[in-house]
C-alpha cells in the first residue's frame, strides 16, 4: 500500500540528466503512473468498497469523477480528479441512513451508471425494500421497491416511450420496467415475470441484466442461475403480456453466483463477467439481431474474479477484470488483469496485470473497477479497502503503451 506519494531530485547528476524524477517505488515504476488515494474524512469504516465512473465531462471541461461507496456506515461521495490527476473531495458525501433507511450496502453492491448521462443509480437493500438511489454529483433521488427484498440484478434501459435509459431491476424472477422517475406518486411500479418459453412453468433465477440496441430501443438480456442467456424484447419491460417471449437463448456453460455482470461493448456485443465461488468467467457474446444470440471466441478463466469493465483505448477495447483475494507476491492483496476484445473474441491471456507494488494481505485490490473519463479519454480506476488507484499512463506487459499519460502538464 502506498504510504507516501512525493517528488525528489537526486542531485547534480539527476539534473542534468533531465531534473527531477518520480521515486522508483510502490506503483510509480516505468510501466505504470498510478495516483493512490486513501480514504479521505467521511463517516464509512470501509471507504471504496465499489466505485463508477461519476460526470462524464466534469464542467470545468478537464479531469474526472468517481462516484465512491462506504460500508460500515453507508455513504456515498465522490473524488474529483483535475486535469493533472489531483484528487479532492468535494461536499457531496450523502449518509444512505438517513436518506434511504439503508444502514448497510452489503459486499456487491449494484452500482450503475448510464450511459446517455450523467447519472448513476445504485439499487440496494433498505429497510423499506430495494431503494433506488439515482442522480449526479450528490443530487440523489430516492425510489422505493416496497415489498420485495434483495435485488438480484439491474442495468439502464432505453425503453419504448421514453426518452432516457432508466434504471432496471431484477428480483429473482421478476423485472421491475424501466420508468423509475416517470411514475406519479403511489402508482404501482410495472413488472413482468420471466420464463423461459420453452418450459413456460420454469421461473427463471435472474443473476445479471444487460441491454443490446434495437433500433431506438433496447431489448434486455437476462443471465440466470442455470446459465443460459436469453434475449428478451424491451416491449416485455412497459407491461407484460402471456404472449411476449424472448427472442433468443444460449446456454452459456456456466451458473454465475449473485453480483455477475452483463457488460455492454456496443450495440450488440457483451462481455459476460461470472463466478461462482473461486471459478471466474468472462466471454464474448454477440446479438446483432433479434433472433440471434451466439458465443464468439473462446473462454478466459479469471480465479477469484468479483468486478469487471470495459475501457476503450482509441479504436480498441478492453475488458479489466478484478480480483480481490488474488495472490500478489504472495499476499492475498488483490490484482487486476486486462484482456483485449477483438473480433474473433477476448484473448484469453491479459495484456496487463496489475496490483499494489507493496500489497498487504485483505487489501482487496480490484473489488472495484471501473474506466473513468478523463481528460477527454479512459483510464483505469481501481478499488481496494479504503484506497482508490486511478492509472493515469498504463503500459501492456510487452512493454507497448496500453495507453499513454493522460494528464496535462506532466
Same mark, same amino acid.
Given at each position: 500500500?502506498?504510504?507516501?506519494?512525493?517528488?525528489?531530485?537526486?542531485?547534480?547528476?539527476? %539534473?542534468?540528466? +533531465?531534473?527531477?524524477?518520480?521515486?522508483?517505488?510502490?506503483?510509480?515504476?516505468?510501466?505504470?503512473?498510478?495516483? /493512490?488515494?486513501?480514504?479521505?474524512?467521511?463517516?464509512? /469504516?470501509?471507504? +471504496? #468498497?465499489?466505485?463508477?465512473?461519476?460526470?462524464?465531462?466534469?464542467?470545468?471541461?478537464?479531469?474526472?469523477?468517481?462516484?465512491?461507496?462506504?460500508?460500515?456506515?453507508?455513504?456515498?461521495?465522490?473524488?474529483?480528479?483535475?486535469?493533472?490527476?489531483?484528487?479532492?473531495? @468535494?461536499?457531496?458525501?450523502?449518509?444512505? &441512513?438517513?436518506?434511504?433507511?439503508?444502514?448497510?450496502?452489503? *459486499?456487491?453492491?449494484?452500482?450503475?451508471?448510464?450511459?446517455? /448521462?450523467?447519472?448513476? %443509480?445504485? !439499487?440496494?437493500?433498505?429497510?423499506?425494500?430495494?431503494?433506488?438511489?439515482?442522480?449526479?454529483?450528490?443530487?440523489?433521488? &430516492?425510489?422505493?421497491?416496497?415489498?420485495?427484498?434483495?435485488?438480484?440484478?439491474?442495468?439502464?434501459?432505453?425503453?419504448? %416511450? *421514453?426518452?432516457?435509459?432508466?434504471?432496471?431491476?431484477?428480483?429473482?424472477?421478476?423485472?421491475?420496467?424501466?420508468?423509475?422517475?416517470?411514475?406519479?406518486?403511489?402508482?404501482?411500479?410495472?413488472?413482468?415475470?420471466?420464463?423461459?418459453?420453452?418450459?413456460?412453468?420454469?421461473?427463471?433465477?435472474?443473476?445479471?441484466?444487460?441491454?443490446?440496441?434495437?433500433?431506438?430501443?433496447?431489448?434486455?438480456?437476462?443471465?440466470?442461475?442455470?446459465?443460459? =442467456?436469453?434475449?428478451?424484447?424491451?416491449?416485455?419491460?412497459? +407491461?407484460? $403480456?402471456?404472449?411476449?417471449?424472448? $427472442?433468443?437463448?444460449?446456454?452459456?456453460?456456466?451458473?454465475?453466483?449473485?453480483?455477475?455482470?452483463?457488460?455492454? &461493448?456496443?450495440?450488440?456485443?457483451?462481455? =459476460?463477467?461470472?463466478?461462482?465461488?473461486?471459478?471466474?468467467?468472462?466471454?464474448?457474446?454477440? %446479438?446483432?439481431?433479434?433472433?440471434?444470440?451466439?458465443?464468439?471466441?473462446?473462454?478466459?478463466?479469471? @480465479?477469484? =474474479?468479483?468486478?469487471?469493465?470495459?475501457?476503450?483505448?482509441?479504436?480498441?477495447?478492453?475488458?479489466?477484470?478484478?480480483?480481490?483475494?488474488? #495472490?500478489?507476491?504472495?499476499?492475498?492483496?488483490?490484482?487486476?488483469?486486462?484482456?483485449?476484445?477483438?473480433? $474473433?473474441? #477476448?484473448? $484469453?491471456?491479459?495484456?496487463?496485470?496489475? /496490483?499494489?507494488?507493496?500489497?498487504?494481505?485483505?487489501?482487496?485490490?480490484?473489488?472495484?473497477?471501473?474506466?473513468?473519463?478523463?481528460?477527454?479519454? *479512459?483510464?483505469?480506476? !481501481?478499488?481496494?479497502?479504503?484506497?482508490?488507484?486511478?492509472?493515469?499512463?498504463?503500459?501492456?506487459?510487452?512493454?507497448? @503503451?496500453?495507453?499513454?499519460?493522460?494528464?496535462?502538464?506532466?
Amino acid at each position: 500500500m502506498r504510504t507516501m506519494r512525493t517528488m525528489i531530485c537526486l542531485g547534480l547528476a539527476a %539534473s542534468l540528466a +533531465g531534473g527531477c524524477k518520480w521515486t522508483d517505488f510502490d506503483d510509480l515504476a516505468d510501466v505504470t503512473w498510478v495516483d /493512490s488515494t486513501e480514504k479521505p474524512d467521511v463517516k464509512s /469504516s470501509d471507504y +471504496g #468498497l465499489a466505485i463508477q465512473r461519476g460526470v462524464r465531462d466534469p464542467r470545468s471541461g478537464d479531469g474526472g469523477r468517481l462516484v465512491v461507496l462506504g460500508a460500515g456506515t453507508a455513504t456515498y461521495s465522490e473524488l474529483i480528479y483535475s486535469n493533472q490527476g489531483e484528487s479532492s473531495f @468535494p461536499p457531496t458525501e450523502v449518509s444512505l &441512513v438517513s436518506k434511504a433507511n439503508i444502514p448497510n450496502i452489503g *459486499q456487491q453492491p449494484l452500482l450503475l451508471a448510464d450511459p446517455g /448521462s450523467d447519472n448513476t %443509480s445504485l !439499487v440496494v437493500s433498505s429497510d423499506n425494500g430495494i431503494a433506488i438511489l439515482f442522480g449526479a454529483q450528490g443530487m440523489l433521488t &430516492v425510489y422505493q421497491l416496497f415489498g420485495v427484498i434483495t435485488p438480484d440484478g439491474g442495468t439502464y434501459m432505453l425503453a419504448p %416511450s *421514453q426518452s432516457a435509459p432508466q434504471p432496471l431491476v431484477a428480483v429473482a424472477d421478476t423485472v421491475y420496467g424501466a420508468v423509475l422517475p416517470m411514475l406519479p406518486p403511489g402508482a404501482a411500479q410495472p413488472s413482468c415475470k420471466l420464463v423461459d418459453s420453452a418450459a413456460p412453468t420454469t421461473k427463471l433465477q435472474v443473476r445479471a441484466l444487460g441491454v443490446v440496441r434495437n433500433g431506438a430501443t433496447d431489448d434486455v438480456l437476462v443471465w440466470e442461475n442455470g446459465g443460459k =442467456l436469453y434475449r428478451f424484447p424491451g416491449s416485455v419491460f412497459n +407491461g407484460c $403480456t402471456p404472449s411476449q417471449a424472448q $427472442t433468443a437463448v444460449v446456454d452459456t456453460g456456466f451458473m454465475p453466483d449473485a453480483g455477475s455482470q452483463i457488460l455492454s &461493448v456496443d450495440a450488440t456485443t457483451v462481455v =459476460l463477467q461470472g463466478h461462482r465461488g473461486d471459478n471466474g468467467f468472462l466471454r464474448v457474446f454477440s %446479438s446483432p439481431a433479434a433472433n440471434t444470440l451466439t458465443a464468439v471466441g473462446d473462454t478466459a478463466m479469471v @480465479p477469484k =474474479l468479483r468486478s469487471a469493465a470495459i475501457l476503450e483505448v482509441a479504436s480498441a477495447r478492453y475488458v479489466v477484470a478484478g480480483a480481490p483475494t488474488a #495472490l500478489a507476491k504472495g499476499k492475498a492483496a488483490g490484482q487486476v488483469q486486462v484482456f483485449k476484445i477483438s473480433g $474473433t473474441g #477476448l484473448g $484469453t491471456l491479459p495484456v496487463a496485470t496489475l /496490483s499494489d507494488a507493496q500489497p498487504d494481505n485483505n487489501q482487496s485490490f480490484g473489488r472495484g473497477v471501473v474506466a473513468m473519463p478523463f481528460n477527454g479519454t *479512459q483510464v483505469i480506476a !481501481v478499488a481496494a479497502d479504503n484506497e482508490v488507484f486511478v492509472y493515469f499512463r498504463l503500459n501492456q506487459a510487452d512493454g507497448t @503503451p496500453l495507453y499513454g499519460e493522460t494528464r496535462q502538464g506532466r
